[in-house]
C-alpha cells in the first residue's frame, strides 16, 4: 500500500531530533510525507513551513535545497499523491481479464476502495481542488478530467459502445466517459461529508446503473 494511504493517526507524532544528512532522496520523501500528512489533518492554508520540518524532523533549508521552497513542495506533494493514486489502482487491476465492462467496473471500485479513498485522501483531495483555481500547477495533478483517468475510460467505453452496435455515436462514449467521472468525483465528496453513512457497494451499484442507462448489454 503506497504510503500516501497510510492512517492519519498512524503519523501523528512527528519523530525525534532534527535531521539532514546526505540522503537527500530520503529527505524530500520525509518532506512530502509530512506535507501530506498535515494538509490532512490542518488543511493547506494551515500547512506551514513549521509544521512540515516538526513532522519531518528536519531542518528548515531542507525544503529549500530540496524545492526552492514551499510553494514548489507542494506541487511536488500534490503530484506524489496523483502518482500514489494511479500506483493503486493499477496495483488492485492487475491480473484482470480482457473485458472492457468488467475493466470500467474494476477502475470504479478500486477508486471506491478504503486504499484509495479513506479519511486522509479524501481531505489531501479536497484541500488541493480548494487551490487548484488559483495555482495551475496544483490543478494539473488534481483535475477531475486528468488526461490519464479521461483517456482510459474513454478507449473502453469506446470498446463497449462499438460492441454494442453504437460506433457511429461518438458522443455515447464521451458521455460515458465524463458521467461516470463526475460520478467518482460526487462519491468521493459524499465520503468526505458522510463518512460514517457512506456505503461503498452502494455506492459501486449507483454508477453501475448509470452505466446500465447507457450500455444495457454490457452493464
Known amino acids: 500500500m503506497p504510503k500516501l494511504m497510510k492512517d492519519m493517526e498512524k503519523s501523528d507524532a512527528p519523530s525525534r531530533g532534527r535531521s539532514g544528512g546526505r540522503q537527500p532522496e530520503k529527505n524530500r520523501q520525509l518532506l512530502i510525507d509530512a506535507t501530506l500528512d498535515t494538509i490532512a489533518i490542518h488543511g493547506i492554508t494551515e500547512t506551514t513551513v513549521s509544521r512540515i520540518i516538526e513532522r519531518a524532523a528536519l531542518s528548515r533549508g531542507m525544503i529549500h535545497l530540496h524545492f526552492g521552497g514551499k510553494d514548489n513542495l507542494l506541487v511536488a506533494a500534490a503530484q506524489a499523491f496523483n502518482e500514489a493514486y494511479y500506483d493503486e489502482m493499477e496495483r488492485q487491476m492487475t491480473g484482470l ?64 459502445a462499438d460492441g454494442e452496435g453504437h ?53
Do not use: C
Not at 99 to 121: F, G, K, Q, W, Y
Not at 174 to 190: C, I, K, S
Open 167 to 219: 460506433a457511429a455515436d461518438s458522443r455515447l462514449a464521451r458521455d460515458a466517459t465524463y458521467g461516470t467521472l463526475v460520478m467518482m468525483e460526487g462519491m468521493w465528496t459524499d465520503f468526505l461529508t458522510h463518512m460514517d453513512a457512506f456505503d461503498r457497494t452502494e455506492a459501486e451499484r449507483i454508477v453501475r446503473r448509470f452505466l446500465t442507462g447507457l450500455f444495457p448489454d454490457s452493464f
Open 97 to 160: 481479464p480482457d473485458a472492457p465492462a468488467e475493466t470500467v467496473m474494476a477502475i470504479v471500485r478500486a477508486d471506491l476502495s478504503a486504499e484509495l479513498l479513506n479519511e486522509r485522501s479524501a481531505k489531501i483531495w479536497h484541500a488541493f481542488r480548494g487551490v487548484a483555481s488559483a495555482n495551475p500547477e496544483i490543478a494539473r495533478f488534481s483535475d477531475t478530467r486528468d488526461f490519464r483517468l479521461r483517456q482510459t475510460l474513454r478507449q473502453v467505453f469506446d470498446r463497449i
